[in-house]
């Protein structure tokens, strides 16, 4: 289920079934160094947790992404993002999963049930849609078992 108002209107009947949160960590900068480099950690998450939400639907609900500025101070950035999580668990999510190219967010505490994935930093600009895709289908392929194994965990 996708953060969309179609997906959402029938979110209440088929709420029970729904027990894990995809959330995107996306960070953006607007720095002439950074831009392009955020950019393509941005369509990479991006890619890869709608597909993983595709692959689970019944079972997911991707949220709208966790959007910061990657110079914001991390302590800041993650007290933010706990308090999604806090919100999010009292609703019922038994797990919460982080998607992000941001090697920063590793050092990030997540409950037992959730976890942060990394991506790779990966350069799109330069990649053919073809390859693009590909890329993004390996990710999938990669988390898939994980997100299995973290749910099978007591």
């Known amino acids: 289920m996708q953060w969309n108002a179609k997906d959402l209107s029938s979110f209440k009947e088929v709420r029970e079934?729904?027990?894990?949160?995809?959330?995107?960590?996306?960070?953006i900068s607007l720095k002439k160094d950074d831009l392009v480099q955020t950019g393509s950690m941005v369509e990479l998450t991006t890619h890869v947790t709608r597909s993983i939400q595709t692959q689970f639907t019944g079972r997911t609900l991707l949220f709208p992404p966790y959007t910061y500025f990657r110079q914001e101070d991390f302590a800041k950035k993650s007290i933010r993002l706990k308090e999604w999580e806090q919100t999010i668990e009292k609703e019922?999510?038994?797990?919460?999963?982080?998607?992000?190219?941001?090697?920063?967010?590793k050092q990030y505490e997540t409950g037992q049930s959730n976890e942060c994935f990394i991506l790779p930093m990966v350069p799109l600009e330069s990649m053919e849609e073809q390859f693009?895709?590909?890329?993004?289908?390996?990710?999938?392929?990669?988390?898939?078992?994980?997100?299995?194994?973290?749910?099978?965990?007591p």
């Open 17 to 27: 079934y729904i027990d894990t949160a995809i959330i995107p960590l996306l960070p």
């Open 92 to 105: 019922r999510f038994k797990h919460i999963f982080y998607f992000t190219s941001d090697l920063d967010w």
């Open 132 to 153: 693009k895709r590909s890329m993004v289908d390996d990710q999938v392929k990669h988390f898939i078992p994980l997100i299995v194994q973290k749910w099978q965990l």
